[in-house]
Protein backbone atom coordinates (compact mmCIF):
# COMPACT_ATOMS: atom_id res chain seq x y z
CA UNK A 1 0.00 0.00 0.00
CA UNK A 2 2.97 2.48 0.84
CA UNK A 3 4.65 2.50 -2.98
CA UNK A 4 0.90 2.81 -4.34
CA UNK A 5 0.40 5.87 -1.79
CA UNK A 6 4.02 7.11 -2.67
CA UNK A 7 3.05 6.60 -6.79
CA UNK A 8 -0.53 8.37 -6.00
CA UNK A 9 1.37 11.35 -4.37
CA UNK A 10 4.18 11.83 -7.23
CA UNK A 11 1.15 11.76 -9.35
CA UNK A 12 -0.64 14.50 -7.82
CA UNK A 13 2.63 16.43 -7.88
CA UNK A 14 3.30 15.80 -11.30
CA UNK A 15 -0.08 16.77 -12.63
CA UNK A 16 0.54 20.16 -9.68
CA UNK A 17 3.65 21.12 -11.59
CA UNK A 18 2.11 20.69 -14.86
CA UNK A 19 -0.94 23.01 -14.26
CA UNK A 20 0.79 25.29 -11.54
CA UNK A 21 3.64 26.08 -13.66
CA UNK A 22 1.87 26.17 -17.24
CA UNK A 23 0.30 29.55 -15.94
CA UNK A 24 3.08 30.88 -14.29
CA UNK A 25 5.32 29.74 -17.36
CA UNK A 26 2.65 31.80 -19.68
CA UNK A 27 2.82 34.50 -17.59
CA UNK A 28 6.52 35.18 -17.20
CA UNK A 29 8.05 33.35 -20.36
CA UNK A 30 4.95 32.64 -23.09
CA UNK A 31 2.90 35.78 -23.20
CA UNK A 32 5.88 38.40 -22.75
CA UNK A 33 7.22 36.65 -25.94
CA UNK A 34 4.04 36.18 -27.59
CA UNK A 35 3.97 40.67 -27.30
CA UNK A 36 6.98 40.64 -28.97
CA UNK A 37 6.26 38.66 -31.26
CA UNK A 38 5.03 39.95 -35.08
CA UNK A 39 1.48 39.95 -35.82
CA UNK A 40 1.77 36.59 -38.09
CA UNK A 41 3.92 34.81 -35.52
CA UNK A 42 2.22 35.99 -32.85
CA UNK A 43 -1.16 34.33 -34.60
CA UNK A 44 0.15 31.24 -35.84
CA UNK A 45 1.99 30.11 -32.37
CA UNK A 46 -0.93 31.15 -30.37
CA UNK A 47 -3.10 29.19 -31.83
CA UNK A 48 -1.13 26.49 -30.95
CA UNK A 49 -0.54 26.96 -27.62
CA UNK A 50 -3.68 27.08 -26.97
CA UNK A 51 -5.40 24.49 -28.85
CA UNK A 52 -2.55 22.51 -26.32
CA UNK A 53 -3.37 23.99 -23.37
CA UNK A 54 -7.22 23.40 -23.74
CA UNK A 55 -6.59 20.01 -23.98
CA UNK A 56 -3.73 20.01 -20.99
CA UNK A 57 -4.65 21.99 -18.65
CA UNK A 58 -8.10 20.96 -17.85
CA UNK A 59 -6.46 17.25 -17.32
CA UNK A 60 -3.48 18.08 -15.36
CA UNK A 61 -5.92 20.27 -12.90
CA UNK A 62 -8.30 17.68 -12.60
CA UNK A 63 -5.99 15.11 -11.93
CA UNK A 64 -4.26 17.10 -9.22
CA UNK A 65 -7.74 17.71 -7.86
CA UNK A 66 -8.94 13.93 -7.78
CA UNK A 67 -5.62 12.68 -6.71
CA UNK A 68 -5.75 15.30 -3.85
CA UNK A 69 -9.12 14.05 -2.52
CA UNK A 70 -8.07 10.55 -3.15
CA UNK A 71 -4.44 11.18 -1.07
CA UNK A 72 -6.36 13.11 1.50
CA UNK A 73 -9.17 9.53 2.06
CA UNK A 74 -6.33 6.94 1.40
CA UNK A 75 -3.51 8.62 3.70
CA UNK A 76 -5.85 8.03 6.52
CA UNK A 77 -6.69 11.19 8.22
CA UNK A 78 -9.68 12.03 7.04
CA UNK A 79 -11.71 8.77 6.83
CA UNK A 80 -14.68 10.19 8.15
CA UNK A 81 -16.92 13.25 8.84
CA UNK A 82 -15.39 13.19 11.54
CA UNK A 83 -12.14 13.87 10.34
CA UNK A 84 -13.17 16.75 8.21
CA UNK A 85 -13.31 18.41 11.59
CA UNK A 86 -10.34 18.33 12.29
CA UNK A 87 -8.04 21.15 11.30
CA UNK A 88 -6.35 18.66 8.93
CA UNK A 89 -9.62 18.08 7.25
CA UNK A 90 -10.62 22.03 7.33
CA UNK A 91 -7.49 22.38 5.41
CA UNK A 92 -8.10 19.53 3.22
CA UNK A 93 -11.63 21.42 2.32
CA UNK A 94 -10.20 24.66 2.02
CA UNK A 95 -7.75 23.59 -0.96
CA UNK A 96 -10.27 21.55 -2.29
CA UNK A 97 -12.88 24.37 -2.93
CA UNK A 98 -9.50 26.73 -3.30
CA UNK A 99 -8.66 24.13 -5.95
CA UNK A 100 -12.09 23.86 -7.91
CA UNK A 101 -11.99 27.44 -7.89
CA UNK A 102 -8.60 27.81 -9.77
CA UNK A 103 -9.83 25.36 -12.08
CA UNK A 104 -13.19 26.50 -12.92
CA UNK A 105 -11.21 30.11 -12.90
CA UNK A 106 -9.29 28.46 -16.15
CA UNK A 107 -12.17 26.97 -17.49
CA UNK A 108 -14.73 29.53 -17.67
CA UNK A 109 -12.10 33.28 -17.70
CA UNK A 110 -9.25 32.52 -19.23
CA UNK A 111 -9.95 29.77 -21.61
CA UNK A 112 -12.59 31.87 -23.05
CA UNK A 113 -10.60 35.19 -22.83
CA UNK A 114 -7.75 32.77 -25.00
CA UNK A 115 -10.50 31.41 -27.67
CA UNK A 116 -11.48 35.03 -27.69
CA UNK A 117 -8.25 36.72 -28.93
CA UNK A 118 -7.18 34.01 -31.19
CA UNK A 119 -10.59 34.42 -32.87
CA UNK A 120 -10.17 38.14 -32.99
CA UNK A 121 -8.58 40.86 -35.64
CA UNK A 122 -4.76 40.78 -35.77
CA UNK A 123 -4.99 44.38 -34.78
CA UNK A 124 -7.06 43.46 -31.30
CA UNK A 125 -5.28 40.38 -30.46
CA UNK A 126 -2.28 42.38 -28.65
CA UNK A 127 -4.78 44.00 -25.92
CA UNK A 128 -6.53 41.23 -25.46
CA UNK A 129 -3.47 39.07 -24.81
CA UNK A 130 -2.07 41.83 -22.63
CA UNK A 131 -6.00 41.02 -20.73
CA UNK A 132 -5.85 37.40 -20.64
CA UNK A 133 -2.14 37.05 -19.71
CA UNK A 134 -3.68 39.79 -16.37
CA UNK A 135 -6.19 36.69 -15.93
CA UNK A 136 -3.61 33.96 -16.05
CA UNK A 137 -1.27 36.52 -13.47
CA UNK A 138 -4.47 36.26 -10.96
CA UNK A 139 -4.81 32.57 -11.28
CA UNK A 140 -1.37 31.96 -9.78
CA UNK A 141 -2.67 33.76 -5.98
CA UNK A 142 -5.59 31.23 -6.18
CA UNK A 143 -2.47 28.73 -6.66
CA UNK A 144 -0.05 30.42 -3.96
CA UNK A 145 -3.14 29.91 -1.52
CA UNK A 146 -3.81 25.84 -2.51
CA UNK A 147 0.02 25.13 -2.34
CA UNK A 148 -0.32 26.92 1.35
CA UNK A 149 -2.89 25.11 2.65
CA UNK A 150 -0.35 21.77 1.02
CA UNK A 151 1.91 23.02 2.96
CA UNK A 152 -0.13 23.01 6.00
CA UNK A 153 -1.40 19.79 5.28
CA UNK A 154 2.31 18.53 5.33
CA UNK A 155 3.06 19.82 8.83
CA UNK A 156 -0.16 18.21 9.98
CA UNK A 157 -2.77 21.66 9.99
Known sequence: ??????????????????????GLTGVLITGPALQRASAGAR????FHLGALAHKVYPVAGTMTIVLGVVLALLGGRVSSLEGLATPYG???????????????????????AMQRMQKAQPADRPSLLSRALKYVA????????????????????
Open 90 to 112: ITVIVALILAVGVWTWGEFVIGP
Open 138 to 157: LEQFGFLAVFGCMVLMRFGV
Open 1 to 22: MYWFIVALYALHVISAIVWFGG
Open 43 to 46: GEVS
